[in-house]
Nanobody
Framework: QVQLVESGGGLVQAGGSLRLSCAAS????????MGWFRQVPGKGREFVAG????????YYANSVKGRFTISRDNAKNTVYLQMNSLKPEDTAVYYC???????????????WGQGTQVTVSS
């Protein structure tokens, strides 16, 4: 069993930065692929970024490529999402997720955090 807890969300002006963290419990964190998703009311969860278990591969949604960076520290059981040049359209609840393999869609991810709100004002 893996439990995920996100932190670092908040209110920021357009062009600003935020760093989200996701702390994981459980011994299997280092073997899991990790992802960040986001969701706005009335829409499904949208893939944002993902990272392989061994940090060898990262991948991003086109909408955030060049602005967001995903990273992980397996010694700290933590995955991060550095978000720069934020835009109002980045406003959403951000979720981290863990699963057995990399994917740009939600289904393979077995474990989810509770989400953290990111609001970008114009």
């Amino acid at each position: 069993q893996v439990q995920l807890v996100e932190s670092g969300g908040g209110l920021v002006q357009a062009g600003g930065s935020l760093r989200l963290s996701c702390a994981a419990s459980g011994r299997t964190f280092s073997t899991l692929a990790m992802g960040w998703f986001r969701q706005v009311p009335g829409k499904g969860r949208e893939f944002v970024a993902g990272i392989s278990w061994n940090v060898d591969n990262t991948y991003y949604a086109n909408s955030v490529k060049g602005r967001f960076t995903i990273s992980r520290d397996n010694a700290k059981n933590t995955v991060y999402l550095q978000m720069n040049s934020l835009k109002p359209e980045d406003t959403a609840v951000y979720y981290c997720a863990a699963g057995p393999y990399q994917a740009t869609y939600a289904a393979p991810y077995n474990y989810w955090g509770q989400g953290t709100q990111v609001t970008v004002s114009s």
